[in-house]
């Protein structure tokens, strides 16, 4: 074969080579940003989830200081009224 056709072929290979990387390069582009976008919405869902459960945590602190708090005043109304029984049942 002549020489200019190996020349025209390298020639067109290696535009399709850049073609090709410069596609290539296009969607690693498109993946990062994806995968950028994913990361931000999957680190605002952990930093809400965080929130929800640091709430949660006070919320149920609260709760369990209100419980012991009625139980002592239970316990502390109940013993008044016994004492005021032993009272009655003493008159």
Known sequence: MHEWVFENQDGETQEAEKSASLHKKTELASLAERVRNSHRQL????D???SSLDNLRLVTKYRVFDLEATRRENARLKKLLEGDE???ETS
Do not use: A, I, N
């Open 48 to 50: 809400r989830l965080q």
């Open 86 to 88: 032993e009272e009655g």
């Open 43 to 46: 680190k605002e869902g952990l």
